[in-house]
C-alpha cells in the first residue's frame, strides 16, 4: 500500500526504543538529543489472530501476514518550525508520512536526561504541536496567495477554497490543529487537499516505567485529561518493557510478559492501532500453497483489492468469489461454505469487509 505512520517526538522521549521494539531494527538509541538524524523506516506485521484458525484449517505451505511501514523521525524541538535543531528535516519526513504516532515521556528518571529540563507530556506536546501548527500557517498563506489571485476571474472552486483557506488559517492561528478544524466532509476534504501537518490522524504513546503500564500515573492522567476533546486514541506503553522482549528468545517472551501482568506485547496493540488509524483492513485468500493477508484501503471495490495482489486482476476483473471469515472458520473449508450457499459471487461494485475470504477471476 506504500502508507507510513511516523514516530514523532521531542528528543529522548523513547521514540527510537520503541521504533526497535517494533521492528528491530536496530534504530541507535542513545541518551542525548538527535541519535536518529535519519529517519529510519522499518515494516512491521500486523498480528492477526484470525490468520492463525485459517491456517489451522487450510494447512497451508505457508503463511503470510500483512504490514505496516512504521518511520523513525528526528526529534523534534522549540524553534523547529523556524529550522532550530533538525527542524527542517523533521518538518519535510513528518509531512511524508500519512499518520502520527505521537510518543511523550510520561516517567521519571534522573540517568535520562529531558531536553527541556523537566518531565511534563502536556507541555511537549504542545511544543510539537506549536511547530507544526506555525509550519501549518506558512503553509496555508503560500496557498492562499496562489488563491487570491487565481479567485480574480470569479471561478466558484477558487473562491470556495478561499473561504475555507481563510477559517483554516483563523483557526490555526487561534493554536488549534487542523484535525479539530475538519468537521464536516467538506472541511475533512480540503484539509486533506491541503496536505498540512496537523491534519493527519494521530496516535498518543504515553512512554511509562514499568510500575505505570497497567493504571498510568501523574503524567499520564493530565496527558490525558489535556487531550480529551481530540477524540484521539492513547496507549501506555514502556518502550524500556517492550525492547526487553523483542531480546529474549520466542519462546520465553510470552512468559516474560504474562509475568509483567500483560495479555501481549504493548507493540501488538500499537500496530493494531496505526492499521485503524490508516484505515486500513485486512481481507484474507486462502489456499493449498498459502493463507495470505492482504492490506486494503477502507472502502475499496472488489477489482481495487485484486490490484493490491496484481495489477493484471484488475484491469481484467470479472468477479469475486467471497466467504465472509465466521462462515468460514464455523464451515471448515471452502467446498462446505460453497454447499451451505455461503459463498457469494460479486461484481464490480462490491464493498469489500474487513475479514473477507476472496478468490477474484479475471481476464489476462
Partial sequence: MGLQCGI????????????NALTSAGALAANYPFATKDPNIGVITVPDDR????ADLAKPQKVIPTTVDIVDIAGLIKGASQGEGLGNQFLANIREVDAIIHVVRAFDNDNVVHVDGSVDPVRDKEIVDTELILKDIETMEKRLDRARKQAKSGDKETLLELELGDQLKKHLESGKTARSFADDDQKAAYVKACQILT???VLYVCNVDEQS????????ERFIEAIKDEAAQVLLISAGIEAEITELPEEEREIFFKEMGLD?????????????????????????????????????????????????FEKGFIRAEVIRYNDFTQLKSE????????LSTEGKEYIVKDGDIMHFLFNV
Fill in 213 to 220: 503500564i497497567h493504571s498510568g500515573n501523574k503524567h499520564t
Fill in 199 to 201: 491534519g493527519k490522524p
Fill in 335 to 342: 467446498s462446505a461454505c460453497r454447499s451451505a450457499g455461503k
Fill in 264 to 312: 501481549e506485547p504493548g507493540t501488538y496493540k500499537i500496530t493494531r492501532a496505526a492499521y485503524k488509524l490508516l484505515k486500513l483492513i485486512t481481507y484474507f485468500t486462502v489456499g493449498e500453497k498459502e493463507v495470505r493477508a492482504w492490506t486494503i484501503q477502507e472502502g475499496f471495490k472488489a477489482p481495487q483489492a485484486a490490484g493490491v495482489i496484481h495489477s493484471d
Fill in 8 to 19: 514523532v517526538g521531542l528528543p529522548n522521549v523513547g521514540k527510537s526504543t520503541l521504533f
Fill in 51 to 54: 490468520l492463525k484458525v485459517l
